[in-house]
């Protein structure tokens, strides 16, 4: 008795299930969104269960085998995909946490900040000193520098701490 597959297949052989499943036939049948947003593991099911219906309950095993490899190779992938982009965003946000600020965004953000406040010290100078004469415009003054020191302390926190100081004991 031969017990080859007329298709090809032979006795213990899988098919090749990855071939165009063809029109689906029933299309509210599956409904979890992660099965909908993978059309070829979609596929693969149908393939595998065309297969199946086509093949006889002798090659079940073959068949199921077949189609669980490829789903567990499908959720390897997607596993290792988000561990990477995992890592990825750990290691952007530390260095991100301990990034001093390059020559890129340095200027725009140390400087531009200190031109327009040099830029309103005009205005407020000429207010404060109409108004409370040289108390106001000494306080007009003092809340400009306390800006300004502010956001030096901002984006260099190692002013605050006194790093990069000699002292004379050094």
Known sequence: MDTTDPRGTGPGKAPDLRKDPGPREDPGRWEDPDFREDPGLRGDLHATVRARVELGEEYDSALVDSFLERVGER???TVDRRVRRQ?????LAEVRGTRRPGPADSWAERYGFALITLVLAIPLSAIAGALAHLPGLLVAWAGLVGVN????????????AGRGRRTPGE
């Open 149 to 160: 020191a502010v956001q030096a302390v901002r984006l260099s926190p190692e002013l605050l």
């Open 75 to 77: 959720i390897d992938d």
């Open 87 to 91: 890592l990825a965003e750990q290691r």
